[in-house]
């Protein structure tokens, strides 16, 4: 939730990033044009600074599950842009061993840290994105 009480949201279907205002309108932000296909949880760990978990996920199979291999965090900073802005977005870490990872929480007292959960494999990573220079 951004300060202006518009929402981030994700797809776990589509490599999209929306603002969602609170009238109910959807914006896309960004598309994740790398070998993404779908997003999974977000979460802020400072003023306009989000992070949100990407690989290739399917439906199709069942149960449904991710692709080892394929999933990373991406920083998405909103900083200094409003909410019509290209935003700046980079990939800051791989996540090889993943296969459903989920952005369980920001801990700004840990120094920007991110937990990030995987319950199909059952590991979590702490993962310190202050380390980029952030």
């Known amino acids: 939730m951004r300060s202006n009480g518009h929402m981030l949201t994700t797809i776990f279907t589509v ?15 960004h598309t994740f044009i ?4 779908g997003l999974f949880g977000i979460a802020e760990t400072g003023h306009g600074l989000f992070y949100v978990a990407g690989g290739n996920f399917s439906i199709s199979s069942a149960p449904a599950m991710g692709t080892s291999g394929t999933w990373g965090m991406w920083e ?6 409003d909410d019509h802005e290209v935003v700046r ?25 991110l937990l990030v959960a995987d319950s199909v494999v059952g590991r979590g990573w702490e993962i310190h994105v202050d380390i980029w220079g952030i």
Do not use: I, Q, W
């Open 15 to 29: 490599p999209h990033l929306y603002l969602r205002t609170p009238s109910g309108n959807a914006v896309l932000l």
């Open 89 to 113: 977005v980079r990939r800051v870490v791989s996540l090889p061993d993943a296969v459903l990872p989920n952005v369980a929480k920001a801990l700004s007292f840990l120094g920007s840290a």
């Open 76 to 81: 998405v900073n909103l900083r200094s842009c």
């Open 34 to 37: 790398e070998v993404v296909l």
